[in-house]
């Protein structure tokens, strides 16, 4: 069945240092590839996603592109900020009935100043 | 635009006890889902339905375990009877319709099973 991979964290970076959070998948056919991101005391919101290989999903400074070469959507962000402290979350939605997505168990992000 | 809304945001009972879970979708939304959250691990989804209707429930554990949606708008998720290993968060996400590729969370209910 599908499944999610991502680096476990918590990864803690100080403010303007660079992020990489990675994911890989697995997954059959052509699935579309999400990065959701959990701030404290709040619900799941979309950060940002690609629907086929080689886009590049941006959002807020942050970035991922869809390899399936390497089935990987890597996080990236050049210079992150105190207020990126949160859980991200690498998804997909497979190719099957309905519109499931399969998460990864999640990041913790701690950005000091 | 409202979000999507979630009852209660905590709940502690015992074991054995029943809980129900109450979620109102973003209006015009056809697509509503319930994710178990454990600590420590992403969501995972329990149940879909589209309308009215159930279109995905493989991970749902239907011995203990109910949701229903009668009128295709709010929906209720009930546990009885609760287990420890159930304390978790339950997330409610809605969508346009099956394909959209944007699902909208509520901002969960806390379970905790003492």
């Known amino acids: 069945g599908d499944s999610v991979t991502q680096m476990e964290g918590p990864v803690t970076l100080s403010e303007e240092a660079f992020l990489t959070i990675n994911c890989t998948y697995t997954?059959?056919?052509?699935?579309?590839l999400f990065w959701y991101v959990q701030y404290p005391g709040e619900g799941l919101q979309l950060l940002l996603k690609?629907?086929?290989?080689?886009d590049k999903g941006s959002n807020k400074g942050f970035e991922a592109t869809y390899r399936k070469e390497t089935t990987s959507f890597h996080l990236e962000k050049g210079s992150v900020q105190v207020s990126d402290s949160a859980v991200y979350f690498c998804?997909?939605?497979?190719?099957?009935?309905?519109?499931?997505?399969?998460f990864g168990g999640g990041t913790r992000l701690m950005v000091k100043p | 635009e409202a979000g999507v809304a979630q009852s209660p945001r905590y709940k502690i009972i015992e074991k054995r006890q029943s809980v129900a879970f109450w979620c109102n979708p973003i209006?015009?939304?056809?697509?509503l889902y319930w994710y178990q959250q454990i600590l420590g691990q992403g969501p995972k989804l329990l149940i879909q339905?589209?309308?009215?209707?159930?279109?995905?429930d493989s991970q749902l554990p239907k011995d203990r375990f109910s949701a229903e949606r009668l009128k295709g708008v709010d929906s209720t998720l009930k546990i009885q009877p609760a287990k420890l290993e159930d304390s978790a968060v339950y997330l409610c996400?809605?969508?346009?319709?099956?394909?959209?590729?944007?699902?909208?969370f509520g901002p969960g209910t806390r379970l905790t099973v003492t």
């Open positions: 996400a809605s969508s346009f319709d099956s394909r959209s590729t944007e699902q909208y």
């Open positions: 997954a059959t056919g052509y699935p579309s």
């Open positions: 690609a629907t086929k290989a080689d």
């Open positions: 998804a997909l939605r497979g190719n099957n009935a309905g519109n499931m997505l399969t």
């Open positions: 209006s015009g939304h056809a697509t």
């Open positions: 339905f589209q309308n009215n209707g159930v279109v995905d």
